[in-house]
């Protein structure tokens, strides 16, 4: 056997989940220190993920400290604010730096600090508030609080709310203005702008606002109602307001353009997920490109003119959102920064040159490094061109290989160029010696408004043709074995890989997860009852349209594929329920099928042992059936 491939084979969920993930990068006004969030790949039975605080000199060591998140620096870099569950496991309060500030009842979501350093601006989730389904989908709880006994459901129980507190003092007192809820929030020491909707639901987001926010009056003037979705509100201390606007399936997500409350949109061919005022007529802004990221400043002169600081085949920031970290100056920027080929690190940028910063994944990259990448191209079914990421097992010889297709989530969501997609698993699939096709379907993020808004009302269309002809195309061209191919995917990768095998049997195998499966029952038990509507373009309560005919457990009874489903079971955004109709449906027609159930895991699972279970169960599957 070949070495490169015989190491390949080593790659076990273990190693993969010995990966860390920077994320949360801050700078110091005046560029000198650094602070940054880097979490672990998995959490311990029952506990959350474990996120610590780097913090030190950018030209000095970087050690790990406490655990915490949301790292942000006083104005004059000499105090650290950051969300910790310290003596509260599951609450987020705010820290800074030794010392727990405030009391604040719920958990924090968001620090900002006042210009002179004499107060903070905190936004925080009541207790019992929904998670979004980017952050698992489960809801807000404290570790050892009593529970419901019994439970009330009732609308707009639980908020997120401002709180003002004093730097000094920890003096705090809630700001929000009544019957408003915030969902996220900018400030430079005036009103604050804001994400606001009219009740708490995670439903309402899709019909947020942008609100102007007197702390003083706890008034809120709307100033503007976009047509989508919006995503990082700032303000200028001269009060301008921004805001990134844009279709999108899931908050946190999104991507769109960066527009100016009074001025309208600037710059519409950049597809932004982040900005920040860097001064009154220029704005940092970073976001997505085709399948990699960039960043780098907007002028707001009304040229619209783009200087970019990095972008190509990379991906910086957090997961879902590229985003910087920058000096007031501009002189030092830094951010989480990963590729095909380099693992997850800090890097900073000082007068346009890049430098890596940390070595956190030095040990353990050499040894998950059994992937050939390339970008694929095809056309689809009406000719529209496709891109998706191809990883073949490193040393794999040029033969017909058995195929994994993994549906990425959103479906306003994308595969970009990192170094672990989902967590490992293709890295796993290389191991067993599987090709893993990633597919930017029409619906992605990174190619425009007009892509991502391509599978409005036509979800399981248009969307799915775009998978049958990518995997046509790989046969034709002699890398895939046309009759050994299976699908997974998450989320919207759920549903595609349930709807897959309900309109073909071209897959050999199915293994969906996080599923929806009928979007009737879930229009009334998901937490997100909104996203059905806009995607389906649709009424629910139509017993003769697509609630119905593009639900997969409608069209069961045709279904012929091995399907193993996984589930977490208290996802609040894909209820379990979808997976136990889907799986009673396939066992009444006939179908070989399986429903593994994650206790304490939501819409996804973190737990060292269900990662490791589920991948020991996907890779019997696959070797059984393909």
Same mark, same amino acid.
């Given at each position: 056997?070949?070495?490169?491939?015989?190491?390949?084979?080593?790659?076990?969920?273990?190693?993969?989940?010995?990966?860390?993930?920077?994320?949360?990068?801050?700078?110091?006004?005046?560029?000198?220190?650094?602070?940054?969030?880097?979490?672990?790949?998995?959490?311990?039975?029952?506990?959350?993920?474990?996120?610590?605080?780097?913090?030190?000199?950018?030209?000095?060591?970087?050690?790990?400290?406490?655990?915490?998140?949301?790292?942000?620096?006083?104005?004059?870099?000499?105090?650290?604010?950051?969300?910790?569950?310290?003596?509260?496991?599951?609450?987020?309060?705010?820290?800074?730096?030794?010392?727990?500030?405030?009391?604040?009842?719920?958990?924090?979501?968001a620090i900002h600090w006042s210009p002179d350093g004499s107060h903070l601006l905190v936004l925080a989730a009541d207790l019992g508030a929904d998670r979004a389904g980017a952050e698992s989908g489960t809801k807000i709880s404290e570790a050892g609080?009593?529970?419901?006994?019994?439970?009330?459901?009732?609308?707009?129980?639980?908020?997120?709310?401002?709180?003002?507190?004093?730097?000094?003092?920890?003096?705090?007192?809630?700001?929000?203005?009544?019957?408003?809820?915030?969902?996220?929030?900018?400030?430079?020491?005036?009103?604050?702008?804001?994400?606001?909707?009219?009740?708490?639901?995670?439903?309402?987001?899709?019909?947020?606002?942008?609100?102007?926010?007197?702390?003083?009056?706890?008034?809120?003037?709307?100033?503007?109602?976009?047509?989508?979705?919006?995503?990082?509100?700032?303000?200028?201390?001269?009060?301008?307001?921004?805001?990134?606007?844009?279709?999108?399936?899931?908050?946190?997500?999104?991507?769109?353009?960066?527009?100016?409350?009074?001025?309208?949109?600037?710059?519409?061919?950049?597809?932004?997920?982040?900005?920040?005022?860097?001064?009154?007529?220029?704005?940092?802004?970073?976001g997505w490109r085709g399948a990699g990221s960039f960043a780098g400043q907007l002028s707001l002169d009304g040229s619209g003119s783009y200087e970019e600081l990095a972008g190509g085949d990379l991906t910086l920031g957090p997961r879902y959102s590229p985003a910087l970290a920058v000096s007031a100056d501009g002189s030092r920027a830094a951010a989480a920064?990963?590729?095909?080929?380099?693992?997850?690190?800090?890097?900073?940028?000082?007068?346009?040159?890049?430098? #890596?910063? !940390?070595?956190?994944? @030095?040990?353990?990259? /050499?040894?998950?490094?059994?992937? *050939? +990448?390339?970008?694929?191209?095809?056309?689809?079914?009406?000719?529209?061109?496709?891109?998706?990421?191809?990883?073949?097992?490193?040393?794999?010889?040029?033969?017909?290989?058995?195929?994994?297709?993994?549906?990425?989530?959103?479906?306003?969501?994308?595969?970009?160029?990192?170094?672990?997609?989902?967590?490992?698993?293709?890295?796993?699939?290389?191991?067993?010696?599987?090709?893993?096709?990633?597919?930017?379907?029409?619906?992605?993020?990174?190619?425009?408004?007009?892509?991502?808004?391509?599978?409005?009302?036509?979800?399981?269309?248009?969307?799915?043709?775009?998978?049958?002809?990518?995997?046509?195309?790989?046969?034709?061209?002699?890398?895939?074995?046309?009759?050994?191919?299976?699908?997974?995917?998450?989320?919207?990768?759920?549903?595609?890989?349930?709807?897959?095998? #309900?309109? !073909?049997?071209?897959? @050999?195998?199915?293994? /969906?997860?996080?599923?929806?499966? *009928? +979007?009737?029952?879930?229009?009334?038990?998901?937490?997100?009852?909104?996203?059905?509507?806009?995607?389906?373009?649709?009424?629910?309560?139509?017993?003769?349209?697509?609630?119905?005919?593009?639900?997969?457990?409608?069209?069961?009874?045709?279904?012929?594929?091995?399907?193993?489903?996984?589930?977490?079971?208290?996802?609040?955004?894909?209820?379990?329920?979808?997976?136990?109709?889907?799986?009673?449906?396939?066992?009444?027609?006939?179908?070989?099928?399986?429903?593994?159930?994650?206790?304490?895991?939501?819409?996804?699972?973190?737990?060292?042992?269900?990662?490791?279970?589920?991948?020991?169960?996907?890779?019997?599957?696959?070797?059984?059936?393909?």
């Open positions: 056997m070949d070495a490169t491939v015989a190491a390949a084979g080593k790659v076990t969920p273990e190693l993969v989940m010995e990966l860390l993930r920077p994320n949360e990068v801050a700078v110091s006004a005046d560029g000198s220190r650094i602070a940054f969030a880097v979490a672990a790949s998995f959490r311990e039975q029952g506990k959350p993920v474990e996120t610590r605080l780097w913090v030190g000199d950018v030209g000095g060591e970087l050690r790990p400290g406490e655990t915490g998140s949301l790292p942000r620096f006083s104005p004059d870099g000499s105090q650290l604010a950051f969300a910790s569950d310290r003596g509260h496991e599951g609450r987020l309060s705010l820290w800074v730096d030794d010392r727990e500030l405030g009391e604040i009842p719920g958990s924090v979501e609080a009593d529970a419901q006994d019994p439970k009330v459901f009732r609308p707009a129980q639980f908020w997120r709310r401002l709180w003002l507190v004093d730097a000094s003092l920890g003096d705090t007192r809630d700001v929000t203005p009544d019957g408003v809820n915030v969902f996220e929030v900018g400030w430079a020491g005036g009103k604050a702008a804001a994400v606001c909707t009219d009740e708490p639901s995670e439903s309402a987001w899709y019909d947020a606002w942008v609100g102007l926010i007197d702390l003083d009056a706890r008034s809120v003037e709307r100033v503007h109602t976009p047509k989508w979705q919006l995503q990082a509100p700032r303000i200028s201390p001269g009060g301008q307001v921004a805001v990134v606007e844009g279709f999108s399936s899931d908050r946190g997500t999104l991507t769109g353009t960066v527009h100016v409350v009074g001025r309208g949109p600037i710059a519409p061919e950049l597809h932004a997920t982040w900005i920040e005022f860097a001064d009154e007529n220029t704005l940092w802004v970073a920064y990963e590729s095909a080929d380099e693992p997850p690190e800090v890097v900073l940028w000082e007068d346009g040159e890049r430098r #890596t910063l !940390t070595g956190l994944n @030095a040990e353990v990259a /050499p040894r998950l490094a059994n992937l *050939d +990448w390339r970008a694929y191209r095809w056309s689809s079914s009406d000719g529209l061109e496709i891109e998706g990421l191809l990883a073949l097992p490193r040393g794999a010889g040029n033969g017909p290989l058995p195929l994994v297709v993994f549906v990425h989530g959103g479906p306003t969501g994308c595969w970009p160029w990192t170094f672990a997609p989902g967590y490992g698993l293709v890295q796993l699939l290389a191991a067993a010696g599987y090709a893993t096709l990633l597919p930017n379907v029409r619906g992605s993020v990174g190619w425009g408004p007009d892509f991502a808004e391509a599978n409005l009302g036509d979800m399981g269309g248009g969307d799915f043709q775009d998978i049958l002809t990518g995997i046509d195309a790989l046969v034709r061209d002699g890398i895939v074995d046309d009759a050994r191919v299976a699908i997974t995917g998450g989320s919207y990768g759920g549903f595609m890989a349930c709807w897959a095998v #309900t309109q !073909t049997d071209r897959f @050999a195998a199915s293994l /969906p997860m996080a599923v929806v499966t *009928d +979007w009737v029952s879930f229009h009334s038990t998901t937490n997100i009852g909104q996203f059905d509507r806009l995607y389906l373009q649709a009424d629910p309560y139509d017993a003769q349209g697509d609630y119905t005919r593009r639900s997969p457990v409608y069209h069961a009874h045709k279904s012929k594929t091995p399907t193993l489903i996984f589930h977490g079971e208290d996802d609040l955004c894909t209820p379990l329920s979808q997976a136990v109709e889907f799986h009673n449906a396939l066992v009444a027609a006939g179908c070989e099928t399986e429903l593994v159930v994650y206790p304490r895991e939501g819409h996804g699972w973190t737990e060292r042992g269900h990662q490791i279970d589920s991948w020991n169960r996907m890779r019997d599957w696959l070797a059984r059936h393909v």
